[in-house]
């Protein structure tokens, strides 16, 4: 089964789920998913959520946050991968705790053609390590890496500025 990102956000958003239960329950969907009455249907089924006892007004507030952050990333051409896209990167759901959405921008198929590299570091850089960081980033870019990262303020906000 396919599974949106918009799915998985609606998921990820709901009160007391994380990434790992979240991915429990995205794995174990018995039937397609067409819209959000099947989707809390599918959700209300899995023992983890039925322990938290959600409210309908609890699903369709999380499910309207959701969809909002998916606007919200359109406007600003972002474009969310989710991990049972095609086109989400190969080595990234290779390892053992892979993010269920990534937020990318640029030509997002690249992510499976080109070199990955992440510029990290701490959240409060030095101004010298800031220009490090971003001059990573533009010689990294330059070459025609993929400039990842968790998009933490700091070392990683420099290597995609100078990306």
């Given at each position: 089964m396919n599974l949106s990102a918009s799915i998985i956000l609606k998921v990820l958003t709901l009160p007391g789920v994380g990434r790992k239960t979240a991915f429990k329950i995205l794995t174990n969907f018995k039937h397609s998913i067409?819209?959000?009455n099947d989707l809390i249907d599918a959700i209300s089924d899995h023992p983890v959520i039925m322990r938290g006892n959600l409210s309908?007004?609890?699903f369709y507030n999380a499910f309207d946050m959701a969809e909002k952050t998916l606007e919200r990333s359109e406007k600003a051409g972002?474009?969310?991968l989710g991990y049972f896209d095609k086109d989400y990167p190969v080595l990234l759901k290779g390892i053992d705790e892979p993010a269920l959405l990534i937020n990318v921008k640029g030509?997002?198929?690249?992510?499976?053609?080109?070199?990955s590299v992440a510029i990290i570091g701490t959240r409060?850089?030095?101004?010298h390590g800031y220009k490090v960081g971003v001059r990573l980033g533009e010689v990294f870019g330059g070459e025609g890496f993929n400039v990842v990262?968790?998009?933490?303020?700091g070392c990683d906000t420099a290597g995609h500025t100078g990306c």
């Open positions: 067409s819209n959000d309908k007004s609890a972002i474009k969310v030509d997002y198929k690249k992510l499976n053609e080109l070199p409060a850089p030095s101004d990262s968790g998009l933490a303020i």
